[in-house]
């Protein structure tokens, strides 16, 4: 946290600094928007739709393959403080990388309360199976980069060690959980010391596969020092990867830069295989 004394910060205060709605004036607006488009995405663009990969209601993929099935593949796991939204109202960011002839993934995964962390991460890594599995039957067979945003940032690195994966992109993610347990977000998490020490990745040594950072300028702060402190920790262990603050972004802007064929981070991916 830069600059920041958290142990005299009032409870506000701390919710406040991972309070990514209220930080972004018509953060409701943007979330409707993209649900919107990606409702008009999954009903226009050829794909497998709801293929499970596990006991879970939201055990779920959703396969958007290329022409080629050797293509490389996006997979890309949504945000929400591993507690809200979808892999629906996210589809379109699928967009990007297929308009460059990649395929692209979508998983859900169950959510807090029901699922603690520790399933949440069991179940990234269970769909990354299950794809490996049936993917090629569905046209997807090629190489993967793994992508999330927020707290599908912090599942990107906690799943980058995965034999499928090749390399990843995380964007405006969480990756120091202990600062976490001191606000409304752990009301459903009840986070475990043993999952703060576990689950954040900068207490982890650094995956030796490429993982490019990306952030929002224009983001909370302390979503700015994770990533940063988790590139700079993974350089000091010379692992490869950029980091990538994308200008005037905020926490819902930027995955724009993504969706968008010609944004940074869609060449970010494209660059990475």
Not at 41 to 64: E, I, K, Q
Request: glycine residues 8%.
């Amino acid at each position: 946290m830069p600059a920041m004394n958290w142990s005299k910060l009032s409870r506000a205060a701390r919710d406040a600094a991972y309070n990514n709605r209220d930080a972004v004036a018509n953060s409701a607006e943007l979330l409707a928007a993209c649900a919107a488009a990606a409702a008009t995405f999954r009903a226009t663009t050829p794909g497998v739709l709801d293929l499970p990969y596990g006991p879970g209601a939201r055990n779920r993929w959703d396969l958007f393959p290329a022409a080629q099935a050797d293509a490389p593949c996006l997979v890309f796991i949504h945000g929400g403080y591993w507690q809200r939204n979808r892999r629906e109202d996210i589809a379109c960011i699928a967009a990007g990388v297929r308009a460059h002839g990649w395929s692209a993934a979508l998983p859900g995964y169950t959510l807090a309360p029901e699922a603690s962390l520790t399933q949440i991460v069991a179940e990234i890594h269970a769909a990354l199976d299950a794809l490996v599995e049936i993917g090629p039957r569905h046209g997807i067979a090629g190489r993967i980069v793994l992508s999330g945003w927020s707290a599908g940032g912090h599942l990107t690195a906690m799943a980058l060690d995965h034999p499928a994966v090749s390399a990843g992109l995380a964007i405006s993610g969480i990756f120091e959980l202990g600062p976490l347990r001191d606000t409304y977000l752990n009301e459903k998490l009840q986070l475990t010391d043993a999952e703060i020490e576990t689950l954040s990745p900068l207490r982890l040594p650094p995956v030796e596969k490429p993982l490019a950072i990306a952030y929002g300028s224009a983001e909370l702060a302390a979503l700015v020092a994770d990533s940063r402190r988790l590139h700079a920790h993974r350089a000091a262990a010379h692992q490869p990867g950029p980091l990538l603050p994308v200008a005037g972004a905020d926490h819902f802007t930027i995955i724009d830069a993504l969706r968008n064929p010609d944004g940074c981070l869609t060449r970010t991916v494209l660059g990475l295989i």
